[in-house]
C-alpha cells in the first residue's frame, strides 16, 4: 500500500483508542481522489469523537497534513488528501455499509 506509514499511524490511533472492527481498504488505483480508506467502529458518540480526535492528534504529531474534518454526531470523516478515516457508531455503519459500496473493487484488510 502506497501509505502505509500513515496508515498504520492511524490504526495505531484507532486501537489505542479500542477502536472496534477496523477496516483498511486499499483504493490505489479504483479512484483518483484518495489512496486508502479506513473504518473504525466506536460504541458511543462521545467515543467515535475521541477516536477521531486522537487520529488527528497523531497524525499531526507525525507532521501529516489534515486536509479537513466533517463531524456529525454519529459519524466523523478525517481526510489526510491520500487517506480517508471513517470513525462510526454500529448502526451508523450498517446503514450506509461503505464496506460493500466500495467491495467490489477494493482489497480489503480486518484490522481487529
Known amino acids: 500500500m502506497k501509505h ?5 499511524i ?6 489505542d483508542m479500542k477502536g472496534k472492527d477496523i477496516l483498511v481498504m486499499d483504493m490505489d ?3 483518483d481522489v484518495f489512496d486508502a480508506m479506513i473504518i473504525a467502529t466506536g460504541t458511543s458518540d462521545r ?3 475521541s477516536l477521531a480526535d486522537n487520529v488527528v492528534n497523531e497524525v499531526k504529531r507525525q507532521k501529516i497534513s489534515v486536509l479537513g474534518l466533517e463531524q456529525e454526531r ?6 489526510l488528501i491520500d ?3 471513517h470513525v462510526m457508531l454500529e448502526e451508523t455503519r450498517e446503514f450506509y455499509s461503505l464496506e460493500k459500496l466500495w467491495e467490489i473493487s477494493t ?6
Open 74 to 79: 454519529s459519524w466523523v470523516l478525517v481526510d
Open 4 to 8: 502505509s506509514k500513515t496508515v498504520e
Open 10 to 15: 492511524i490504526v495505531n490511533a484507532l486501537e
Open 29 to 31: 488505483g479504483k479512484t
Open 83 to 85: 487517506v480517508v478515516v
Open 107 to 112: 482489497d480489503r484488510k480486518q484490522v481487529s
Open 47 to 49: 467515543h467515535v469523537k
